[in-house]
């Protein structure tokens, strides 16, 4: 999971149209099987988001908008996360601070 800690900004930040900089609010889960489910939960248990990844061998990677399963922004603090694919399962935790 990259980047660990995510520094996040102020929502109302504009987009960078531009190739450098900040650019779009994403955490990245890379190196992944072909086919996983990953679950993202907060440190009470509760879960947050569920993304499914389907891809090719040769794409590894997942990107989260950092926003729950009703569209809302993620607040600030320590998450955990499993990966569960055919191949096993995969556990570890990541910060969204300010």
Same mark, same amino acid.
């Given at each position: ?8 900004t ?16 994403? &955490?990245?889960?890379?190196? #992944?099987?072909? /086919?996983?489910? &990953? /679950?993202?939960?907060? #440190?009470?248990? $509760? ?7 389907? !891809?090719?061998? $040769? $794409? ?8 729950? /399963? @009703?569209? #809302?922004?993620? !607040?600030?603090?320590?998450? #955990?996360?499993?990966v @569960? ?9 990541? !910060?969204? &601070?300010?």
């Amino acid at each position: 999971v990259y980047p660990n800690p995510y520094v996040s900004t102020n929502v109302q930040e504009p987009s960078n149209p531009f190739n450098e900089g900040r650019g779009e609010r994403r &955490i990245t889960f890379n190196h #992944l099987p072909d /086919r996983c489910t &990953i /679950r993202i939960y907060t #440190l009470r248990g $509760d879960l947050v988001e569920t993304l499914e990844h389907n !891809a090719g061998i $040769d $794409d590894g990677t997942e990107n989260w908008d950092l926003r729950n /399963r @009703d569209g #809302l922004n993620v !607040a600030y603090g320590v998450y #955990l996360y499993h990966v @569960d694919s055919p191949y096993g399962e995969k556990t570890g935790r990541f !910060a969204v &601070i300010k």
